[in-house]
């Protein structure tokens, strides 16, 4: 195997550089030339299937794990109507509504996210050998992550905050 870097088109260096691997072995079997970054992809090209494959699969786990959080954000909010009304009713704010159903909701998905992480650091062996160029173990990344899951998190969070802080006390205790 030869590697020959060079400027230009390489269509136009594999005649001469035919020409001197003959020159040099005569009977050396010469074939077409081949893009260094041809041959990479072509070395990678399953491993880049099965990332995107996993890229896939985790955007729709990360999709579900939104639904469900704002579903059960959604329930709680429902089943906590007339204590919510209550608290309007005695004076409580619209922000602090809102502060108690984001806190009650990023409570829950700074839990998944803690655990996730951990089984993240547990599974390294496994991650190893899917990753490149970055560690398994990366702190950046894993901060990262974290914290993108947490923001998707406080925006599945933020539709039913917001219907709490519409709740009118007086429809909320009437329905007890």
């Given amino acids: ?40 992809a072509g070395s990678l090209g399953d491993r880049r299937f099965y ?17 469900g959080l704002y579903g059960v954000i959604s329930y709680s909010v429902a089943q906590r109507t007339q204590e919510i009304g209550v608290r309007v009713a005695l004076g409580a704010t619209r922000i602090q509504v809102l502060g108690m159903v ?26 190893k050998g899917l990753l490149v160029g970055v560690s398994s173990t990366d702190p950046l990344t894993l901060v990262v992550t974290g914290a993108l ?14 219907r709490a802080m519409s709740v009118d006390p007086m429809t909320a205790l009437r329905n007890e």
């Fill in 51 to 67: 990332l995107m494959l996993l890229g896939a699969f985790a955007g729709l786990a990360l999709s579900l794990a939104l639904v």
């Fill in 1 to 40: 195997t030869v590697v020959i870097q060079a400027q230009g088109s390489p269509a136009l260096l594999g005649q001469p550089a035919r020409k001197l691997i003959e020159a040099i072995d005569g009977d050396a079997l010469v074939s077409q030339p081949v893009l260094m970054k041809t041959l990479v």
């Fill in 149 to 162: 899951l947490l923001l998707a998190a406080a925006f599945a969070c933020y539709i039913p905050a917001r």
């Fill in 102 to 127: 984001m806190k009650h909701g990023l409570m829950l998905a700074g839990l998944g996210v803690a655990a996730g992480e951990m089984l993240s650091l547990m599974l390294n062996s496994a991650l």
